[in-house]
């Protein structure tokens, strides 16, 4: 890759030009958030049930007694033999933020179609403890554009030649199966209010919208190179999967 170099007073001139286009973004982004919470709330007259660690629970049991709760859609379908590496390396960062989160009355918890003990399981190998339940037994996933039915499902095989294809099949395999099977899955964040015994849906959003929840993205955008995700596969691995750490 080519870059321009400089004297440090162009560099500086140049920052201050980016600074007034950073500061325009904050100023959007300050505006936009106030929008989220501006969008009116769905009641939730639906009944879900969850398996946790502890046994079955309800959407209201989620929030933990508070009253806002997040959930992470995890990547981790009931034929899966390991969690999505993309949804894991975001979750890397929740077990830190969990607990100014509950303190600031939300809760953070994930959500996946995998038996709980699959999911259990792998968050011991993880090391997280943020809690994550299994909505296999509820259409929860369905509902919230999270999981599509095989039946109603485009396959992806015919890609897998394409770039985007071996993207795909490359965290598909290392998820122990196809891209078919892995894609009936995707990634999400929904968030939740209860107010008098009553569950609202109040935001949600998919693919790019995630961006800012994944620690490392936000490191790699202010690097140098930046993401530099030119490449045909997955370059990032679980944590515990790296040579060296």
């Not at 046994?55 to 929030?63: E, I, R, T």
């Not at 508070?66 to 949804?87: I, K």
């Not at 899955?185 to 800012?212: I, K, M, Q, W």
């Amino acid at each position: 890759m080519t870059h321009t170099t400089g004297t440090r007073q162009e560099w500086l001139a140049a920052r201050l030009e980016l600074l007034e286009a950073e500061k325009e973004l904050t100023r959007r982004s300050d505006a936009l958030a106030l929008r989220r919470r501006q969008l009116p709330w769905v009641r939730i007259d639906k009944e879900y049930r969850f398996d946790g660690a502890d046994g079955p629970l309800s959407l209201a049991d989620l929030f933990g007694g508070r009253s806002q709760l997040m959930v992470y859609h995890f990547m981790f379908g009931p034929d899966y033999t390991a969690g999505c590496p993309s949804c894991s390396a975001i979750a890397d960062g929740f077990n830190d933020s969990v607990v100014h989160l509950a303190n600031h009355d939300v809760t953070l918890a994930a959500v996946s179609r995998a038996p709980i003990e699959a999911l259990l399981g792998y968050e011991r190998r993880m090391g997280w403890s943020f809690p994550w339940v299994s909505s296999r037994r509820s259409d929860f996933n369905y509902d919230f554009n999270v999981a599509t039915a095989a039946h109603d499902h485009e396959p992806t095989e015919a890609g897998v030649s394409e770039p985007a294809g071996d993207f795909v099949a490359a965290l598909a395999t290392s998820c122990g199966t196809d891209a078919s099977t892995y894609t009936l899955d995707s990634p999400g964040l929904s968030t939740f209010a209860l107010e008098d015994g009553v569950v609202y849906h109040t935001y949600s959003t998919y693919t790019r919208g995630l961006d800012v929840l994944w620690p490392m993205y936000q490191w790699l955008d202010r690097a140098p190179n930046g993401r530099n995700d030119s490449q045909t596969g997955p370059w990032w691995r679980r944590h515990d999967e790296y040579a060296t750490h």
